[in-house]
C-alpha cells in the first residue's frame, strides 16, 4: 500500500504570531520553517480500480520511509488585516520484496504538497490577547510512481496523481503572558464539497521568545480530511507534535 500523504501539513495560522497586531500602515512579517512529527491513520486508495485500505502509521513508520520533508508558514500583517501562507512538499519511498511466481518487487514512491493561502482580519482585541477570523483556500497535491520488477526481469511502470483545492474558514488567536512566553491557537473547517467533502483542523501551543527577531514554537496539530473522486481516497487523520523556529522582521 502507498505510503501517500503520510506528513502533511496545512495552515496553522496561529503558529509564531507573537505580538500584537502591528499599527496600521507598517507591516509585520513572520516566518516559521517547521516539523511536523504526525501519525496517519484512515483510508487511502490511489490506483483506480483498487479498493482503498486501511492504515494506522506512526511517526517512526513514516520515518522510515521519508526521503524529504520541507514545511514553511509565514504571515503579513499591517493594522488589524492579515495575509497567511503554509505550504509543505514531501516524498517517501516504500519497497516490498515480494518473490512470487510473477512479481518479485514493488516500489512506491509518493510525493505530497499542499499549500494554503487565507486573508484574516482581527476581530477581538483585549489585554494580552487578540483573535483573528479569516478564510482562503488549501489546494492539495498527490503523486505516486509505481515500480514493479516482474520474476522474467522486466521493470512496469505505473503514475497516478490527484489534485483539488478546498475553501477554508477559521479563527486564530494569541495570548501573551508575562515575559517571553505567548500562547498561540487555531481552528479551521473546509471543504464542503467543493474539493474534499469535509476537513477541520486544529493547532494549539506556546511560544518562547530569544529576542524580539526570534522565537522558539511549540505544540499539537491534528488534520482531518475527507476526499473521495474518481477511484482516489484520501480520508485519513493526522496528528503529532509540531516545532518550529520563527524569525520576524
Known sequence: MTVLGRSLCSACAGLAVLLPAAAAGAWEYNI???????????????????????????????WDDLDYGVFLFGSARNGPWVFYLDSSAVQTTSKETVNGPNVKSVEIESRTANIALALGRTVVVGPGYDVDVFGGVRHWSLDNDYKVRAADGTTHRKSTDADWTDPIIGLAGRYRFEGRWSAFGSADIGGFGVGSDFQWSFTAGVNYAFNDLASLS???????????????????TQSGPIVGLSFKF
Open 32 to 62: 516559521t520553517p517547521y516539523a511536523w512529527m504526525s501519525g496517519l491513520e484512515g483510508d487511502l486508495g490511489t490506483v483506480p480500480g483498487f479498493p482503498a485500505q486501511s492504515v494506522d502509521l506512526s511517526f517512526g513508520d513514516i
Open 218 to 236: 511549540v505544540g499539537w496539530r491534528q488534520i482531518d480530511v475527507d476526499y473521495d473522486d474518481d477511484g482516489t481516497v484520501f480520508d485519513v
